[in-house]
C-alpha cells in the first residue's frame, strides 16, 4: 500500500498539471455541450436523451479521473476508484442505448434491458468492495485491481459486441442513404468503447 506522502510526491513531481486539467476540461465541456446541444434542439427525442445520459455519464467520469491523477490522498484515490467502475458500467449501457435508438428508430425492448441490467447490477453492486481494488502500488500510485476488473472486461465486450451486432443487422436492412451513417456512427461507438477496455 502507499502512504500519502509519497503519493503526493509522485503527483507533484511525475505529472503535468496544467496539461491534465485542460484536457480533461476540454473534454469534459465538449461532451457536455454536444449532448446539451442535441438534447435542447429536440427534448422529444429518444436520441438526445440518450446522447446527454452519455455525455453526463462521460463528463463526471472524467472529472474523477482528474481527482484521481491529482489527488495528493490515497484516501480520496481509494474512495474515488468504484466510481470508476460503475460509471464505465453506464457507458457501456447508454452506449449500448444510443446505438439502438440511432440505427433503429426505437428503443430498447424490455427484454434486452433486464439482460444487461442483470448482467451489469452484480458488478455494480460489488465495485465498492475490495473485489474491485485492493490497493495503491508503492511504486507508481497505481491501483492494485481485483477480480472485478475482469467482470468489467467481459461486461464491456459483451456490450460491445452486441452494437456491433445491432450495426451489422441494422446496415443491413437500412436504405442506401442511411448506411454510410451506420458505418460511421458504429465506428465512432466501437472506437469511444475500445478506448475504455
Not at 32 to 56: E, H, P, Q, T
Not at 80 to 86: A, E, K, R, S, T
Not at 117 to 144: E, K, R, S
Request: one cysteine or more.
Amino acid at each position: 500500500m502507499l502512504n500519502n506522502e509519497s503519493c503526493f510526491n509522485l503527483v507533484q513531481s511525475s505529472y503535468p498539471l496544467g496539461l491534465i486539467f485542460y484536457s480533461h476540461v476540454t473534454a469534459v465541456v465538449s461532451s457536455l455541450v454536444l449532448g446539451f446541444f442535441v438534447f435542447f434542439k429536440d427534448r422529444s427525442s429518444a436520441i438526445g436523451r440518450n446522447l446527454l445520459a452519455l455525455s453526463l455519464t462521460f463528463a463526471v467520469w472524467i472529472l474523477c479521473s482528474y481527482i484521481d491523477w491529482t489527488s495528493s490522498n490515497t484516501l480520496n484515490i481509494m474512495f474515488i476508484w468504484p466510481f470508476f467502475g460503475i460509471l464505465t458500467i453506464l457507458l457501456f449501457i447508454f452506449s449500448l442505448q444510443l446505438a439502438y435508438v440511432f440505427i433503429n428508430k426505437k428503443s430498447l425492448n424490455f427484454v434486452s434491458k433486464l439482460v444487461y441490467g442483470f448482467l451489469a447490477l452484480p458488478i455494480i453492486i460489488l465495485t465498492p468492495t475490495n473485489l474491485n481494488l485492493v490497493g495503491l502500488t508503492d511504486v507508481d500510485c497505481n491501483a492494485m485491481e481485483g477480480k472485478m476488473f475482469t467482470n468489467f472486461f467481459i461486461f464491456g465486450l459483451f456490450i460491445s459486441l452486441w452494437i456491433l451486432v445491432i450495426a451489422i443487422r441494422g446496415y443491413r436492412a437500412a436504405e442506401e442513404s442511411f448506411k454510410k451513417q451506420i458505418i460511421l456512427f458504429g465506428f465512432g461507438i466501437e472506437f469511444f468503447l475500445i478506448s475504455f477496455l
